[in-house]
């Protein structure tokens, strides 16, 4: 007899297990703390749009939504660095036709969201789960209108980086956790488009590396880049000394001057943004009794690799393949699912914080940067 599924986060990973689970033809619900994100009130702290790469395709070909959302995506083919004085150098990302894609998250998110309704998933916003008890598998939540509580056969934790499942993983016996935070944050800026195109070359990945940190800008769909200052918190360069327009200006002058013209009101947008931290989580075992980790809440990583939500994809696509092989029987499929996973997930984690050195690092102006570094001594 199929069973009924509790997920945890109607994130990007969430929605789509649950879209693999309710073709399954089991019964699922899905708890997310925040507001539907449908109804426009976006809560924002993360970024506004994401590579995603083959990885993360082949998972929503199976679910059929591959075409749909390859509409809406814009190919980057390769990576376009911009040096202090503007030049700039371009790196295909493999052989013709290898490319990754650039997807706004919250219209992906969405998308996901609409299609596991469209199933029969029963989403639960504003249910904030606050207690898991791992035993008797009763979970708590704090909704609107007070607190309620629900029994759940199979639970699926893909409520994210502070998941509440691995919470209360985390005070049971014999689980291993550890998570660490890089020196630095990050800051989106947005680029508008310049009489109605893009200002710059859209199939691309447009890079600023500047040895210890980097800007990065990706396109969207409304002609528009998102750009992203990778900065240490701390230090000589670093957000810690950006704390006036005129020190921010003079920051951008110094460091990435083709972008000053791009983003008018580039004071406004940087005050007005939050500065998000970025952490590698890593746990085992994923899995006590019948609950399970999954993406960010199993193995969050940062983001250099663009790897993150691929990763989770993935992780819901080799569940839906393990619930076919050993046929619903969810005492066997959870322990095979996070032995599977486990060393990938800890494979790409050392890759992407590979990945930011490589990145910032890699194509440098380090003549550049050495003159600076001559001038300040
Ligand atoms: P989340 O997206 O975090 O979703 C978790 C959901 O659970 C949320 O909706 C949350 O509200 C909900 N939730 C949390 N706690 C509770 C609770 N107690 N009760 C109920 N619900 C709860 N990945 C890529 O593949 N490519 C990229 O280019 C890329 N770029 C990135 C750039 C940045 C700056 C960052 C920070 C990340 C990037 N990532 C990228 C990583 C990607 O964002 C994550 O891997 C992905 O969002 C993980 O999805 P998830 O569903 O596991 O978690």
């Known amino acids: 007899m199929k069973k009924e599924i509790t997920l945890l986060g109607a994130g990007l990973v969430g929605s789509l297990m649950s879209i693999y689970l309710a073709k ?3 019964s699922v619900s899905i708890y997310e703390k925040r507001d539907d ?5 976006q809560q924002g702290g993360r970024s506004i749009n994401l590579a995603l790469s083959n990885r993360g395709l082949k ?22 660095m911009h040096d202090v004085k503007g030049n700039l150098t371009y790196q295909p990302y493999g052989k013709e036709g290898q490319f990754i894609n650039s997807v706004s998250r919250s219209w992906l998110n969405e998308m996901l969201m609409d299609e596991a309704e469209k199933l029969g998933v029963n989403i639960h916003f504003e249910h904030r789960c606050s207690q898991v008890n791992l035993d008797t598998q009763a979970l708590e939540f704090e909704t609107p209108s007070g607190s309620k509580r629900i029994q759940s056969e199979v639970l699926l934790g893909a409520d994210g980086a502070f998941s509440a499942l691995r919470d209360a993983m985390q005070r049971s016996d014999r689980f291993n956790y550890s998570q660490y935070y890089i020196e630095h944050g990050y800051k989106e800026l947005c680029i508008e488009p310049q009489q109605g195109e893009f200002a710059m070359e859209p199939n691309a990945l447009h890079i600023w590396p500047r040895g210890r940190f980097m800007m990065i800008a990706l396109p969207n769909t409304n002609e528009t880049f998102t750009c992203t200052l990778f900065l240490d918190y701390e230090g000589e360069d670093s957000f810690a ?23 008018p009101d580039l004071t406004h947008q940087f005050f007005q943004n939050p500065t998000p931290s970025l952490v590698t989580v890593k746990c085992y075992p994923w899995v006590k009794n019948r609950t399970c980790l999954m993406g960010d809440a199993a193995h969050a990583i940062v983001p250099f690799y663009g790897q993150g939500m ?21 005492d066997t ?11 990938n997930a800890d494979a790409i984690a050392e890759l992407a914080l590979k990945n930011f ?10 003549q550049f940067l050495l003159q600076k570094k001559i001038e300040a001594h």
């Open 333 to 343: 499929i959870l322990p095979e699912f996070q032995q599977a996973r486990k060393p």
């Open 357 to 366: 050195v490589e990145m910032r690092d890699l194509v440098a102006d380090s």
């Open 37 to 41: 994100m449908r109804k426009g009130n």
């Open 24 to 26: 399954k033809g089991y």
């Open 59 to 80: 998972a929503l070909e199976e679910v059929g939504l591959a075409e749909q959302i390859k509409r809406l995506v814009i190919p980057m083919k390769g990576r376009m």
């Open 310 to 330: 691929n990763a989770g994809f993935e992780d819901c696509r080799v569940l839906n393949e393990l619930i076919d092989t050993h046929q619903h029987n969810w």
């Open 241 to 263: 000394n950006l704390q006036t327009p005129e020190q921010v200006e003079a920051f951008f002058k110094t460091y990435f001057p083709d972008v000053i013209p791009l983003i």
